[in-house]
């Protein structure tokens, strides 16, 4: 066996637990899976938070700069923008939605129902961040899955296995939700130049031979040599429930990033110029979509 072709495996650099912050004006219930103090850390990706909510919900805001992908967990999310496109998106379902130079959009609970969901934002590159605003539905029926023994990928974004997913990035990301079947092992494999962060959903999981809990994200940094692939080991305990993880991966930007509230520029001006030209419309007008109607 010629062991030079073999993928050198990786460890996890750091482990960090979700902080609940409770309810809000917006949300019934919210926490932060990992919050933007070092952005170096995780770049990247910016944050990640949690919401259950039901009503008001997420009525109109902007954002510029960034992309947000919102994974539904449970219950039904309505989504509206300033760009026409308005929908919904059930349980599997992601939203990955380009904020670029401008947008403004709702994320509420259909019917003020229940709504359930992990939102990631993920930066842009200095020379993208004023790129055209754009938002994809990415239905789980719609999603390619690759099936291995006691593990199912959905595969989101990126190419695993040979089966690439059908999100259209402007900053290569690998993406795949796992379910890990009890006592089964998975070998997973991602760029070596990638930063990756494994989000336990529910269930408990090993990542790297780290044992893991529900609301915990590892976090794999680099490898010192960037050619080539890497593995990452994944497992799930023994007994009667099933692992599902969210892995997401990319290159690291290596970018100064400056944050203003929903905004994310490199530069303290930028996120200036980004409030002064939506308070005077350059993100266009405040949408007036009517709610999506339903049968009562």
Do not use: C
């Not at 750091?14 to 004006?25: D, H, Q």
């Not at 055209?132 to 990415?138: A, K």
């Amino acid at each position: 066996m010629n062991t030079s072709t073999i993928a050198p495996g990786r460890t996890v650099t750091r482990i960090g637990s979700k902080a609940a912050l409770g309810p809000t004006a917006t949300s019934d219930d919210s926490a932060m899976l990992f919050a933007p103090q070092d952005p170096r850390l995780t770049d990247p990706f910016l944050l990640a938070g949690e919401e259950h909510f039901s009503a008001p919900g997420f009525e109109w805001h902007p954002h510029r700069g960034m992309e947000t992908v919102t994974t539904v967990l449970n219950g039904v999310l309505e989504h509206g923008d300033s760009n026409g496109n308005s929908g919904l998106l059930q349980a599997g379902d992601v939203q990955w939605m380009t904020a670029g130079r401008g947008i403004i959009h709702r994320e509420l609970a259909y019917r003020d129902e229940h709504a359930h969901i992990v939102q990631l934002w993920l930066n842009l590159p200095a020379d993208r961040k004023l790129t055209e605003s754009r938002y994809q539905d990415l239905t789980v029926a719609a999603r390619p899955r690759v099936v291995k023994p006691g593990a199912v990928l959905d595969v989101v974004s990126g190419t695993v296995e040979g089966v690439t997913g059908p999100a259209l990035n402007h900053v290569e990301v690998q993406a795949v939700t796992v379910t890990l079947e009890p006592t089964a092992t998975l070998t997973y494999t991602l760029p070596a130049a990638h930063r990756a962060l494994v989000l336990v959903v529910s269930g408990r999981a090993t990542v790297a031979g780290r044992e893991l809990t529900a609301g915990q994200t590892a976090w794999s940094d680099p490898l010192a040599d960037p050619a080539g692939d890497s593995v990452l080991l994944l497992g799930a305990p023994d007994g009667d429930d099933t692992t599902q993880l969210m892995i997401y991966s990319a290159t690291p930007l290596g970018e100064p990033v400056a944050f203003g509230g929903p905004f994310v520029m490199n530069r303290q001006e930028e996120i200036e110029q980004a409030y002064s030209d939506f308070r005077t419309g350059g993100f266009g007008e405040v949408p007036r979509l009517a709610r999506i109607a339903y049968d009562r």
